[in-house]
């Protein structure tokens, strides 16, 4: 898909390959739904150069609380070795820097707290857009 330039934008992140089907997120706007992605700061910058006013975006960047509660996070998924769990943290500081770019940004104190506060700025998105 990536090389017939049918994904809205891909990456490789930690060694894996993520991309976005084109057309049905197009076809999706097209008919009047919103469309979440959670894709990371290269995936956002390539998405915001193909917006416009038949494609409205809405950025939110997710920031942990700290640092450390991240690294507590990520230890606790016991999922990483250290080593891995130590470049994630290199790459999250280094993608925090990027927060200032998007429309919003929300803090993931909890999961409850940040779902209502990403479905607020939805609502208020497609509000404005109607």
Do not use: C
């Not at 990536?2 to 991309?19: D, I, R, W």
């Not at 009047?32 to 992605?37: E, H, I, Q, R, Y």
Request: proline share 4%; net charge neutral; aromatic share 6%.
């Amino acid at each position: 898909m990536e090389t017939k330039g049918e994904l809205l934008e891909s990456a490789t992140v930690f060694g894996h390959q993520y991309g976005t089907p084109k057309k049905f997120v197009l076809d999706q706007i097209k008919a009047g739904k919103s469309v979440l992605s959670a894709i990371d700061v290269q995936g956002t910058k390539s998405v915001k150069k193909m917006a416009s006013k038949e494609t409205p975006l809405l950025t939110i960047f997710i920031l942990p609380p700290s640092v450390k509660i991240l690294r507590d996070r990520l230890e606790g998924r016991k999922t990483e070795s250290p080593e891995e769990i130590q470049h994630r943290i290199e790459v999250a500081q280094d993608e925090i820097k990027a927060a200032r770019f998007y429309d919003f940004t929300v803090v993931n104190q909890n999961l409850e707290q940040t779902i209502a506060e990403i479905e607020k700025h939805i609502e208020n998105f497609d509000n404005e857009r109607r």
